[in-house]
């Protein structure tokens, strides 16, 4: 049996895909160059036009699994429901996070709002990945096309309108980059400025971390390890090394007085 031959000509459709152009690989293959009813352009061998391996540009494959995985409204796929959470925001008044959104008069464009798959379409061709979130590049914009991006956690957490602008050493930083330059926790530095520390001494004052390795006897463990092994209170062992500077091997040695009732 011969090879098989295949007639194509330009205007000639196969599903979604429609010829264009022919033309030739580097290895001088033929290839025919086609554009799909979405738009995208495709060059695609001919077996596969023909046995029905090529039907798109990959739009129809992704529709499918789209409609595989969602049932009665609801879907497995994380950008639906990250969909749905945009939603939910913009316009359920009982969603916790409405006021911050919808009361705010946030909203989604109505061609993501409408249609799920331009959404999916937008995420798939803008970088989405399983690790990113959506995030508004101007934060009292809407959630449209030109206002959105995929970030990570942490760079939406410092675009977010919450993580508050402060002033030190002649510099202006968030909270967040504030925490990561000097190594001290977010929530703790948040806790201290929200009660009024100072912000030399929210950022100089050593944190309370029971998790601190200390090296005694000769062996390595952490604060909260030798405090129980050596029944010490683990607040006052921190307070002697870093209030009062005492050294590791005295505050873990000198007992503490506790006050005996009578």
Not at 20 to 37: F, G, H, P, S, V
Not at 78 to 103: D, T
Not at 154 to 164: L, P, V
Request: with cysteine; hydrophobic share 30%.
């Amino acid at each position: 049996m011969g090879k098989q031959k295949y007639f194509i000509d330009i205007g000639d459709r196969f599903s979604r895909l429609k010829v264009i152009a022919i033309t030739k690989n580097k290895d001088n293959r033929t290839r025919y160059k086609c554009e799909c009813d979405c738009g995208n352009v495709v060059c695609v061998e001919a077996r596969f036009l023909f046995n029905g391996d090529s039907m798109s540009c990959g739009c129809f494959a992704r529709e499918t699994f789209i409609k595989r995985n969602t049932k009665h409204g609801g879907s497995k796929t994380r950008v639906y429901k990250i969909w749905e959470g945009m939603k939910a925001r913009c316009n359920n008044s009982n969603n916790p996070s409405f006021e911050y959104y919808g009361k705010r008069n946030i909203s989604i464009c109505d061609e993501w709002e409408k249609e799920f798959m331009n959404f999916y379409s937008w995420a798939m061709s803008n970088g989405y990945r399983d690790d990113l979130t959506i995030e508004r590049i101007n934060n009292d914009g809407n959630y449209e096309p030109s206002n959105c991006k995929w970030a990570t956690p942490k760079e939406q957490n410092n675009n977010t309108r919450h993580n508050r602008i402060v002033e030190y050493e002649g510099n202006k930083f968030n909270l967040t980059q504030l925490s990561e330059k000097y190594n001290i926790p977010f929530s703790v530095l948040k806790h201290r400025l929200n009660k009024n520390w100072g912000i030399n001494v929210a950022i100089k004052t050593p944190v309370r971390n029971k998790n601190i390795m200390l090296d005694y006897n000769g062996m390595t463990k952490t604060l909260s390890t030798w405090c129980t092994e050596l029944n010490l209170n683990r607040w006052t062992v921190w307070s002697r090394i870093n209030k009062q500077n005492w050294s590791i091997e005295k505050a873990l040695s000198t007992p503490v007085e506790r006050e005996v009732s009578c």
